[in-house]
């Protein structure tokens, strides 16, 4: 049974940090690329990060430099450091694992970013 269980999201206030985390159990985590993808009301879900296997990492536009993905194989887990958060990152933030045809989601995590 596969499980992506994300934790880490809350409320902020612009300008502040969160870590988000998503543990993975049921696959063979090294073997998956790994994303976080998020969704704000009344939008289409995007993809936010993403990590290959090898450990090559990737952006949208709208945090480079704000946002960090990382990921700890020895445990099963990837993270999304999140700086300098603004109002527009308020989302749903839901982890995904993918290989090839493959492809699994989390439950998602509220991030709220408001004063």
């Known amino acids: 049974q596969v499980q992506l269980v994300e934790s880490g999201g809350g409320l902020v206030q612009p300008g502040g940090s969160l870590r988000l985390s998503c543990a993975a159990s049921?696959?063979?985590?090294?073997?998956?690329?790994m994303g976080w993808y998020r969704q704000a009301p009344g939008k289409q879900r995007e993809l936010v990060a993403a990590?290959?296997?090898?450990?090559?990492?990737s952006y949208i536009d709208s945090v480079k430099g704000r946002f960090t993905i990382s990921r700890d194989n020895a445990e099963n887990t990837v993270y999304l450091q999140m700086n300098s958060l603004k109002p527009e990152d308020t989302a749903v933030y839901y982890c995904?694992?993918?290989?090839?045809?493959?492809?699994?989601w989390g439950q998602g995590t509220q991030v709220t970013v408001s004063s």
């Open positions: 990590v290959t296997s090898g450990g090559s990492t």
């Open positions: 049921g696959i063979s985590f090294s073997s998956y690329a």
């Open positions: 995904n694992a993918r290989r090839g045809l493959l492809v699994f």
